[in-house]
C-alpha cells in the first residue's frame, strides 16, 4: 500500500536539492504535488523527474508577501506541507550585519511563519494533516560562523512547538526535522571549501547524509502512520551528536 495515497502535499525548496528529492519520493508514495519555489526552469526538472499526476509548480518568492497571497489564493486544500525552503550564509560573529541578518530570517524564518498562517487563515489545511519543518542539526550546535543560520533555525524550531499546540485541537500535527549535512546544492553555495567537507565527514559515524535519508523520514512524518506526533524535533545526522 502506497504511504500517501490520495493526499495533497506542498513542498517549498522544491527546484533543488532536498525538495526535488522529496517530491519524487512523495509522488511515488502516490500523492498529488504542489511545488514551490522561484526558478520555473528547475521547478520543470524536478517536475519531469517525477511519477504519478496531478501535480503542479507555482512559482513563488516566500519573503515577497504579494507573491505569497497571490499563490496562498490559487492552492487548493493540503494533507501536509513540507517547508523545505532555505537559505545559508557562514558569518563569523565579527562580519555579522543586520542586513545578513534580515535576508536569512526573512527566508528561514519569517516567511514560514507567515506561510503557515496564511495556509491556516484560508482553510487550506485539512484536519489531520502534517506540517513538516525542515530545520537543521545546527540550530542545537554552536558551531562557529553558523550564527546567522544556526539561530533562525532555532527561531523555527521553537516556533513549531507553538504551532503544533495550537494545531492540536484541528488534529494537525506540526514537526522540525534537523538534518545534518546532507550534500546539497546548497554547499556549494556555501563559502565552505571541499577539504573542510572532507574533514567534517570524518565526525559523522554513518557519513554524511543523502537527500533520500532526510525523504524517509519526511515520508514518515507526512503518513498517518505518525499521526501521534506533533510538537517534535527528529535530529538525523548519521550519529554526529554522539560525540
Ligand atoms: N544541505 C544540508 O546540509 C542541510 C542540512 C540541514 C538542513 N538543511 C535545510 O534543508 C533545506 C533544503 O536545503 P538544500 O540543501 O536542499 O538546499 P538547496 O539545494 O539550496 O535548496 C534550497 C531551496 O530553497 C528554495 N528557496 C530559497 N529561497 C527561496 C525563496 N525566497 N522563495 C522560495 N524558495 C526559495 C530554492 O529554490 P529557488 O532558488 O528556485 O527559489 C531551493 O529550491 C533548507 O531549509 C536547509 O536549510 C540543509
Redesign the pocket.
Known sequence: MLQLEGKHILV????????RVFCQMIAKEGARVSL????ED?LKETLALMGGEGHKYYI????DEEQLKATVSTLEALDGVVF?????DFVPLKFVKQEKLERIFQ??YF?QVILTQMLVKKKLIKRNASLVY????SSKLGVAGTLLYASSKAALNSAVRVIATEMAPLGIRANAIC????Q????G?TNIDEESFTKQAVDYPLGLGT?EDVGNAVLYHLSDGSRWLTGNCMVIDGGYSLK
Request: hydrophobic share 35%; net charge neutral; aromatic share 0%.
Open positions: 517549498t525548496g522544491a527546484s533543488s536539492g532536498m525538495g514551490l519555489a522561484r526558478n528547475r513563488c518568492d516566500l519573503t523545505c525552503a532555505g537559505i545559508n527566508t528561514n516567511s525542515i530545520s537543521s542539526l538534518p545534518g549535512i546532507v546539497t546544492e546548497m554547499l553555495s537527500p
